[in-house]
């Protein structure tokens, strides 16, 4: 595979910013590893990182770049620092960079293919809240989306006490409203989601992830609202050993035409 770091502007947000890339690459020669690539533009993956990550951090802890080459599948890792994948109250524009400005700057630099059927988002901790709001407020977007330990219920945790690194957090990124019944609040967008629209959903958590019942109360509203998710329990906690092997598991449940 090619890996490549992207610095550009962004208008949206009125500064520089990055996004890592991995793009196919058709390879023989390589020991221990084989790429594969088509004649098309390949499907693509926007992988998102957690709070105290960045663009590069999925290719430092992870093996994804190894997990991905046979696939012939682009993955894009934005960077968003701390936004909640949010238009800041008092601060950046980051969901309009993520939904609009972002992929049309993947499409105008890199050949990768525009159709929803090859196009997926997936993301750990704060990324799993950003690819699920994502995927639930832009469904037409998607083929699949993913959640690894996600914080997927960010209005109940706006009533917890602030993070002592970051005590304003709340306030930047949400304003003086409370957020539940926003579009910020995923248990609320999944209340009035078109379930035909939906691209498939799936969420993985630890069980000794101290986010485990955020994910239980997201598929309890899944539930009553009839929206398919498969939420998969299992050993593990918040950390990048757990995210290292469920990215294997989303990576095979993907409905790749690349794989044929």
């Given at each position: ?10 208008e949206a ?5 990055s996004?890592?890339?991995l ?23 926007y ?18 770049e ?11 890792m934005?960077?968003?620092?701390r936004?909640?994948y949010?238009?800041?109250a008092?601060?950046?524009?980051f969901?309009?960079?993520l ?17 929803r ?9 704060m990324?799993g809240?950003?690819a699920f709001?994502?995927?639930l ?8 989306a ?7 219920d ?10 002592p ?10 304003g003086?409203?409370p957020?539940?019944g926003?579009d910020a ?8 989601a ?13 069980t000794?992830d101290g ?8 598929a309890?509203?899944?539930d ?11 050993p593990?906690?918040?950390d ?11 990576l095979d449940?993907?409905?790749l035409?690349?794989?044929?």
């Amino acid at each position: 595979m090619a890996l490549l770091r992207c610095d550009f502007f962004s208008e949206a947000l009125s500064l520089s910013t990055s996004m890592t890339v991995l793009l196919p690459q058709r390879t023989t020669g390589q020991v221990g590893l084989t790429g594969a690539a088509s004649d098309d533009p390949p499907p693509v993956l926007y992988l998102l990182h957690g709070m105290s990550d960045d663009a590069t951090t999925w290719v430092r802890r992870t093996s994804v770049e190894r997990y991905v080459a046979p696939l012939g599948l682009a993955v894009v890792m934005p960077q968003v620092h701390r936004s909640y994948y949010t238009d800041e109250a008092y601060g950046g524009r980051f969901w309009t960079f993520l939904t609009e400005e972002l992929p049309a700057l993947v499409h105008d630099f890199f050949r990768v293919s525009e159709r929803r059927e090859d196009t997926f988002v997936a993301g750990l901790s704060m990324g799993g809240y950003g690819a699920f709001k994502w995927a639930l407020r832009d469904p037409g977007r998607f083929a699949a989306a993913a959640s690894l330990s996600g914080a997927l219920d960010v209005a109940g945790r706006t009533t917890q006490r602030e993070r002592p690194e970051d005590p304003r957090m709340t306030q930047r990124l949400f304003g003086d409203e409370p957020v539940a019944g926003t579009d910020a609040d995923l248990l609320h967008l999944v209340a009035g989601a078109d379930v035909a629209a939906l691209p498939a959903l799936r969420a993985w958590c630890g069980t000794e992830d101290g986010l485990l019942e955020d994910n239980r109360r997201f598929a309890a509203a899944c539930d009553e609202a009839g929206v398919p998710l498969e939420l998969h329990e299992g050993p593990g906690q918040h950390d990048w050993a757990y995210w290292d092997a469920r990215i294997v598991d989303v990576l095979d449940w993907l409905p790749l035409r690349t794989r044929g």
